[in-house]
């Protein structure tokens, strides 16, 4: 409950997540005021964890056959319809990061969406619904909460939630295969064509996952051509370089396919990250300096997909360190590293690298004349 009165009811779907499942509802306990959760099979006792766990809030606890995620998200949806103001959907291997429940303003919003940590990268998801509006999940894999005459979505600052990746479906090796012959067969009969650039792009995301390079490569570049939000065209065509990269493409197409993705989406500096590291590992350091210059104009987004905090804050500068001084720009490059060292932001193991590139920078400056010389 926050500070208003307002309630929230934790709405799940789960199997076999026992190792997990108590870390996740001892995330979000201190903010619920009942719960809703569907298991669709487990067998290791998940169920028993749920009840134990949560016995002292009132909830409910549904088992249900299992058809896909669109379909079970909606079910537990409408299980959860009339319990509180608010629902909280969350997967069972992540955590919720909260201040002060109290401190949680006044909702007035449909919907909201969270800050998601994601190892390195951050983007934000639509994770609290009015429970009150019909509400509903659609796609066969990766699917997303729509809901008819809905207003749109605004950013709860006061909540993140923290992705651990180590739930049932992370542990088994033959997860991203399986997605991926979800989304090819989903694709054979899909007629929609958002869903249909949808689908292109989480499977090329699977085949990646499963280390299928030159797949993913090929979906990846076919996602964008497909249009719909400029993002996921910015993110396929970076990918695509990555993979391409991998793969052991051409120099110069592999350099062009970063440049597709910043030319895409030049609010992004990623790709610009990407090129100018390629080429210092290339030894093409002019190329790299110059790249990493031009990413080094651009502010780190608010809100953006699969976000990568570190190139803007110290990555691109790290790149640009180098680049600048093996092509030459001494001063530029002790400064880049001088201002890395200040940002605070730096692991013990990169800081002393970044030393030592400041000295070696230092060391090649022209000496200055002293007075009276």
């Known amino acids: 409950m926050n500070k208003v009165g307002q309630t929230f009811c934790l709405n799940m779907i789960v199997k076999n997540e026992a ?45 249900r056959p299992w058809r896909n995620f669109a379909h079970n998200r909606t079910e537990a949806l409408q299980l959860a319809r009339g319990k509180a103001d608010y629902t909280l959907i969350i997967d069972a291997d992540d955590e919720l990061e909260i ?10 919003a449909d919907s909201y ?19 009150a509006l019909p ?36 542990k088994d ?31 090329a995301q699977s085949f990646r996952d499963c280390h299928e390079w030159e797949k993913a490569a090929e979906h ?3 996602r964008a051509k497909l249009g719909f939000w400029q993002e996921e065209v910015f993110f396929s065509l970076y990918s695509a370089a990555q993979m391409k990269e991998r793969l052991g493409h051409p120099d110069q197409e592999v350099i062009d396919t970063f440049l597709r993705a910043s030319d ?20 093409r350091y002019s190329e790299g300096y110059e790249m990493a210059k031009r990413g080094l104009q651009i502010s780190m987004p608010s809100d953006a997909l699969f976000l990568e905090p570190w190139i ?16 030459g720009h001494h001063r530029e490059s002790l400064d880049a590293s001088l201002k890395m060292l200040a940002t605070g932001r730096l692991l013990s193991a990169d800081m002393q690298r970044v030393v030592a590139n400041a000295r070696f920078a230092a060391d090649a400056l022209p000496m200055e004349a002293h007075p009276g010389s």
């Open 135 to 170: 509400w509903r999940y659609e796609g066969v894999l990766h699917e997303y909460p729509t809901c008819d005459g809905a207003g749109p979505s605004e950013l709860l600052s006061g909540l993140r939630i923290l992705r651990n990746h180590d739930g049932a479906r992370r």
């Open 19 to 63: 190792p997990v499942i108590r870390r996740c509802l001892d995330s979000v306990r201190p903010l619920i005021d009942r719960w809703m959760i569907v298991d669709t099979g487990s067998t290791d006792g998940t169920q028993e964890i749920i009840r134990s766990e949560l016995s002292r809030l009132p909830g409910e606890l549904h088992e």
């Open 264 to 283: 895409a989406l030049p609010t992004r500096a990623e790709a610009l990250y990407g090129a100018s590291r390629f080429c210092r590992n290339k030894k």
């Open 173 to 203: 090796p033959q997860t991203y295969r399986r997605d991926a012959e979800v989304l090819e067969t989903a694709l054979k009969t899909e007629t929609d064509p958002f869903l249909l650039a949808r689908y292109r792009f989480y499977l």
């Open 99 to 108: 201040g002060n429940p109290e401190t949680i303003p006044g909702l007035l």
């Open 312 to 327: 803007y804050e110290t990555g691109l500068l790290d790149e640009f360190s180098i680049n600048a001084y093996w092509s």
């Open 220 to 222: 990846y570049l076919t």
């Open 113 to 131: 969406t969270v800050e998601i940590n994601d190892t390195a990268t951050v983007y934000q998801r639509t994770q609290l619904m009015r429970n």
